[in-house]
Protein backbone atom coordinates (compact mmCIF):
# COMPACT_ATOMS: atom_id res chain seq x y z
CA UNK A 1 0.00 0.00 0.00
CA UNK A 2 1.52 3.30 -1.17
CA UNK A 3 2.41 5.67 1.60
CA UNK A 4 -0.11 8.80 1.29
CA UNK A 5 0.84 12.05 -0.16
CA UNK A 6 2.29 14.40 2.44
CA UNK A 7 0.82 17.16 3.53
CA UNK A 8 2.73 20.23 4.11
CA UNK A 9 2.22 23.73 5.68
CA UNK A 10 1.61 26.77 3.07
CA UNK A 11 4.74 27.86 2.09
CA UNK A 12 4.26 31.18 3.60
CA UNK A 13 3.73 29.32 6.96
CA UNK A 14 6.77 27.68 6.39
CA UNK A 15 8.50 31.02 5.99
CA UNK A 16 7.31 32.98 8.68
CA UNK A 17 7.39 29.91 11.19
CA UNK A 18 11.32 29.17 10.70
CA UNK A 19 11.95 32.99 10.41
CA UNK A 20 10.35 33.65 13.83
CA UNK A 21 12.15 30.50 15.06
CA UNK A 22 15.44 31.50 14.37
CA UNK A 23 14.91 35.30 15.59
CA UNK A 24 13.40 34.09 18.80
CA UNK A 25 16.22 31.69 18.95
CA UNK A 26 18.68 34.84 18.61
CA UNK A 27 16.77 37.10 20.74
CA UNK A 28 16.47 34.73 23.89
CA UNK A 29 20.32 34.69 24.93
CA UNK A 30 20.74 38.05 24.30
CA UNK A 31 18.08 38.72 26.53
CA UNK A 32 19.67 37.13 29.11
CA UNK A 33 22.99 37.97 29.03
CA UNK A 34 21.85 41.62 28.33
CA UNK A 35 22.35 42.78 31.93
CA UNK A 36 25.68 40.82 32.88
CA UNK A 37 27.38 42.83 30.25
CA UNK A 38 29.17 46.27 31.21
CA UNK A 39 27.65 49.84 30.33
CA UNK A 40 28.48 50.98 27.16
CA UNK A 41 27.89 50.87 23.76
CA UNK A 42 27.92 47.03 23.48
CA UNK A 43 24.92 46.84 25.67
CA UNK A 44 23.35 49.28 24.17
CA UNK A 45 23.46 48.62 20.73
CA UNK A 46 22.56 44.77 21.99
CA UNK A 47 19.67 46.33 23.69
CA UNK A 48 18.42 48.03 20.55
CA UNK A 49 18.44 44.76 18.63
CA UNK A 50 16.66 43.04 21.30
CA UNK A 51 13.91 45.62 21.04
CA UNK A 52 14.17 45.56 17.44
CA UNK A 53 13.54 41.94 17.10
CA UNK A 54 11.08 41.87 19.85
CA UNK A 55 9.01 44.55 17.10
CA UNK A 56 9.81 42.67 13.97
CA UNK A 57 8.75 39.24 15.71
CA UNK A 58 5.12 40.83 17.33
CA UNK A 59 4.23 41.90 13.31
CA UNK A 60 5.40 38.72 12.25
CA UNK A 61 2.93 36.68 14.38
CA UNK A 62 0.13 39.16 13.91
CA UNK A 63 0.73 38.36 10.43
CA UNK A 64 1.44 34.85 11.23
CA UNK A 65 -2.20 34.32 13.32
CA UNK A 66 -4.10 35.87 10.06
CA UNK A 67 -2.58 33.27 7.39
CA UNK A 68 -3.27 30.72 10.03
CA UNK A 69 -6.87 31.69 10.41
CA UNK A 70 -7.01 31.83 6.39
CA UNK A 71 -5.26 28.60 5.77
CA UNK A 72 -5.73 26.00 8.43
CA UNK A 73 -2.69 23.57 9.25
CA UNK A 74 -2.90 19.78 7.55
CA UNK A 75 -4.58 17.56 9.89
CA UNK A 76 -2.03 15.64 12.45
CA UNK A 77 -1.60 12.08 11.81
CA UNK A 78 -4.82 9.85 12.61
CA UNK A 79 -3.00 7.52 14.79
CA UNK A 80 -2.15 10.56 16.84
CA UNK A 81 -2.99 9.80 20.98
CA UNK A 82 -5.58 12.18 21.89
CA UNK A 83 -3.19 13.75 24.94
CA UNK A 84 -0.66 14.60 22.39
CA UNK A 85 -3.16 16.40 20.22
CA UNK A 86 -4.01 18.39 23.40
CA UNK A 87 -0.54 19.22 24.33
CA UNK A 88 0.40 20.60 20.29
CA UNK A 89 -2.58 22.74 20.49
CA UNK A 90 -1.69 23.85 23.96
CA UNK A 91 1.74 24.39 23.07
CA UNK A 92 0.78 26.53 19.57
CA UNK A 93 -1.61 28.48 21.99
CA UNK A 94 1.05 29.22 24.34
CA UNK A 95 3.45 30.28 21.81
CA UNK A 96 0.77 32.44 20.16
CA UNK A 97 0.05 34.17 23.08
CA UNK A 98 4.10 34.79 24.52
CA UNK A 99 4.75 35.88 20.94
CA UNK A 100 2.05 38.59 21.47
CA UNK A 101 2.61 39.36 25.31
CA UNK A 102 5.97 39.52 25.14
CA UNK A 103 7.00 42.70 23.04
CA UNK A 104 4.06 44.61 24.66
CA UNK A 105 5.62 43.63 28.53
CA UNK A 106 8.81 44.58 26.76
CA UNK A 107 7.68 47.71 25.63
CA UNK A 108 5.95 48.51 28.80
CA UNK A 109 8.97 48.01 30.84
CA UNK A 110 11.22 49.85 28.84
CA UNK A 111 9.04 52.82 28.63
CA UNK A 112 8.81 52.25 32.72
CA UNK A 113 12.94 52.37 32.48
CA UNK A 114 12.78 55.67 30.55
CA UNK A 115 15.08 54.24 27.85
CA UNK A 116 14.25 54.98 23.55
CA UNK A 117 12.63 52.02 21.62
CA UNK A 118 15.11 52.62 18.72
CA UNK A 119 13.87 50.24 16.42
CA UNK A 120 16.48 49.01 13.73
CA UNK A 121 17.55 52.39 13.93
CA UNK A 122 15.05 53.57 11.89
CA UNK A 123 12.48 54.90 13.64
CA UNK A 124 12.00 55.08 17.55
CA UNK A 125 8.15 54.17 19.11
CA UNK A 126 6.76 55.90 21.71
CA UNK A 127 6.40 54.98 25.33
CA UNK A 128 3.70 53.90 26.75
CA UNK A 129 4.11 54.94 30.28
CA UNK A 130 5.90 57.82 32.36
CA UNK A 131 9.28 56.86 33.76
CA UNK A 132 8.94 54.66 36.91
CA UNK A 133 12.37 53.09 37.44
CA UNK A 134 10.54 50.63 40.69
CA UNK A 135 7.64 49.75 38.11
CA UNK A 136 10.25 48.80 35.41
CA UNK A 137 12.24 46.85 37.54
CA UNK A 138 8.66 44.69 38.44
CA UNK A 139 7.81 44.81 34.70
CA UNK A 140 11.09 43.95 33.56
CA UNK A 141 11.44 40.84 36.10
CA UNK A 142 7.78 39.60 34.28
CA UNK A 143 9.63 40.01 30.92
CA UNK A 144 12.13 37.48 32.47
CA UNK A 145 9.93 34.85 33.59
CA UNK A 146 7.89 35.15 29.99
CA UNK A 147 11.28 34.77 28.46
CA UNK A 148 11.93 31.53 30.68
CA UNK A 149 8.22 30.31 29.47
CA UNK A 150 8.99 30.52 26.09
CA UNK A 151 12.30 28.50 26.43
CA UNK A 152 10.63 26.14 28.39
CA UNK A 153 7.71 26.07 25.80
CA UNK A 154 10.52 25.85 23.28
CA UNK A 155 12.25 22.77 24.46
CA UNK A 156 8.85 20.65 24.23
CA UNK A 157 8.51 21.88 21.04
CA UNK A 158 11.43 20.78 19.92
CA UNK A 159 11.61 17.31 21.68
CA UNK A 160 7.89 16.58 20.35
CA UNK A 161 9.26 17.50 16.74
CA UNK A 162 12.03 15.34 17.18
CA UNK A 163 9.87 12.03 18.85
CA UNK A 164 7.88 12.53 15.99
CA UNK A 165 10.48 12.32 13.28
CA UNK A 166 13.10 9.87 15.15
CA UNK A 167 10.33 7.76 17.40
CA UNK A 168 7.28 7.84 15.99
CA UNK A 169 8.75 7.62 11.93
CA UNK A 170 5.94 10.00 11.27
CA UNK A 171 5.25 12.83 9.13
CA UNK A 172 4.53 16.08 11.63
CA UNK A 173 7.84 17.23 11.37
CA UNK A 174 8.31 17.27 7.72
CA UNK A 175 5.22 19.20 7.58
CA UNK A 176 6.91 21.93 8.39
CA UNK A 177 10.14 21.39 6.03
Do not use: C
Not at 56 to 81: K, S, T, Y
Not at 87 to 112: C, D, E, K, M, N
Not at 145 to 153: E, H, Q
Amino acid sequence: MPNPPLLRYTGPARLLHWTMAVLVLMTIPVGFILLDLPQGRLQDTLFDLHRSIGVLLFVLVVIRLGWRLAHPPPPLPDDLPAWQRVASGTVHRLFYAILLIQPIVGWWGTSAFGAPINVFWLFELPPLVSKDEAAAKQILGWHGIIGITLSVAIAIHVGAALFHHFVRRDAVLRRML
